[in-house]
């Protein structure tokens, strides 16, 4: 069975930091785009980074830029979200995604998904 597994989310006071981790099992991710999106409760998952499959190209909300980073392992393989920052607004559960095409801002674009990691920003 194919799965993302999100890791690192938690609780952090505003003006932290947390790295949210996104890895595979089933399968390599490495040729595919991989993106981040957030939903909080009574409102529609949104849009947070994107990555495409080289690591060279990323994209971000306006609400995220310049305070979060999307990266990938060495092996391309796993993806990562530095949070800095933050903010009682960026409080979300985090998902990770998989895009075989192409990564970016809609969510139709991806194929796999993660069961999400809780992020609470406290004030």
């Known amino acids: 069975q194919v799965q993302l597994v999100e890791s690192g989310g938690g609780l952090v006071q505003a003006g932290g930091s947390l790295r949210l981790s996104c890895a595979p099992s089933?399968?390599?991710?490495?040729?595919?785009?991989m993106g981040w999106f957030r939903r909080v409760p009574g409102k529609e998952r949104e849009f947070v980074a994107a990555?495409?499959?080289?690591?060279?190209?990323?994209d971000y909300a306006d609400s995220v830029k310049g305070r979060f980073t999307i990266s990938r392992g060495s092996a391309k393989n796993t993806v990562y979200l530095q949070m800095n920052y933050l903010k009682p607004e960026d409080t979300a559960v985090y998902y990770c995604a998989a895009a075989k095409i192409r990564a970016g801002a809609q969510e139709g674009l991806y194929d796999y998904w993660g069961q999400g990691t809780q992020v609470t920003v406290s004030s």
């Open positions: 089933g399968r390599t991710f490495s040729s595919y785009g």
């Open positions: 990555i495409n499959w080289s690591g060279d190209s990323t």
